[in-house]
């Protein structure tokens, strides 16, 4: 979650997930998948610096999960296997 402040005051938490877009109009104004629209005290650079962070943060305690040595098994992205460069046809019945 993000940390962002509406205009009359009020901190409030936003899924970066949720965010379709980022708008500033010169108020910066966030638009939800859904629809909903917030207008925040944050500047679009700042936001947008904002969901930087966070994904860096969820990159980062993954990479920590999968670096210790207890029964958790978490995948990193990097030690996922490639798919093949090419598909192969199957014959029916088989």
Do not use: C, W
Request: glycine share 4%; aromatic share 4%.
């Amino acid at each position: 979650m993000i940390v962002v402040t509406r205009l009359n005051g009020p901190r409030f938490a936003v899924n970066p997930d949720l965010l379709q877009r980022i708008e500033s109009t010169p108020d910066t104004i966030l638009t939800l998948i859904d629809g909903t629209k917030y207008i925040v005290a944050e500047s679009l650079d700042e936001v947008t610096e904002l969901v930087v962070e966070y994904r860096a943060r969820v990159v980062a305690t993954t990479m920590a999960l999968t670096h210790e040595d207890d029964a958790r098994e978490v995948a990193a992205v990097t030690e996922l296997r490639p798919l093949p460069n090419r598909l192969t046809s199957v014959r029916d019945g088989e």
